[in-house]
Each structure stands twice: as C-alpha cells, then as structure tokens.
C-alpha cells in the first residue's frame, strides 16, 4: 500500500521560511513525477510545483523564485522549500506522486497523480 506521509508545517511570520517533506512508502517514485499542490479555505486545490524523474523541475506562478522543490530518491522523498512566505501561502499543502509519466504540460495538473498524501497545515502570520 502507498503511502504519502507530509511533514514540517506549521506557523511562520511573513517573509520566513519553511522546510516540508514527504516520504514515499509502498513503491518507488525515482522514476516518476512528485510534486506538491495546496488548498486554502473556499479555494480550490492549486499546484505548488512538482519535480520529474529527471529532476527537471516546474513551478506555479504565484511561487516562482520563493519555493524549490527537490527529491532524493535514495530516502524515496521529496522536499519544497519555501521562502519569502507571504500570508497568501497559508492552506494545507498536500504531496502527490504518480507512477505514471506526465508530459510538461500536465505535470502541474492534480489529474496527473493518482497518490495523495494527508496533507500538512501551513500558516503565515502578517
């Protein structure tokens, strides 16, 4: 059974920094695409970014040069690290993997991932 086990939200001041992990159990995903979506109260799920087997890495808009994802495959996790936090980052940040392939194109799409993790709470004070 795969699991999706998110770790390290929690409360931070604007312009601080945060560090969320996700390990992987159940399977492999070094030769899949992972990324990391979020959701905030009365919003709908928006993607974070998300990171291919290759390590060619795709972010959204709202957090191009503030968040860098990464992997290591040798752990099976995968990390986003967020700087520069602004009160409108604050939602429940989920990591999502899939086994399959996503083109460029789709990796950014939660239709692209079939696992989901439970999801972790990140809140940015102003």
């Known amino acids: 059974q795969v699991q999706l086990v998110e770790s390290g939200g929690g409360l931070v001041q604007a312009g601080g920094s945060l560090r969320l992990s996700c390990a992987a159990s159940g399977r492999t995903f070094s030769n899949s695409a992972m990324g990391w979506f979020r959701q905030a109260p009365g919003k709908e799920r928006e993607s974070v970014a998300a990171?291919?087997?290759?390590?060619?890495?795709f972010y959204g808009d709202s957090v191009k040069g503030r968040f860098t994802i990464s992997r290591d495959n040798a752990k099976n996790t995968v990390y986003l690290r967020m700087n520069s936090l602004k009160p409108e980052d604050t939602a429940v940040y989920y990591c999502?993997?899939?086994?399959?392939?996503?083109?460029?194109?789709?990796?950014?799409?939660?239709?692209?991932?079939?696992?989901w993790g439970q999801g972790t709470q990140v809140t940015v004070a102003s």
């Open positions: 990171i291919r087997w290759g390590y060619n890495k």
């Open positions: 999502a993997a899939t086994a399959g392939s996503p083109i460029a194109q789709n990796i950014l799409r939660s239709e692209s991932y079939e696992y």
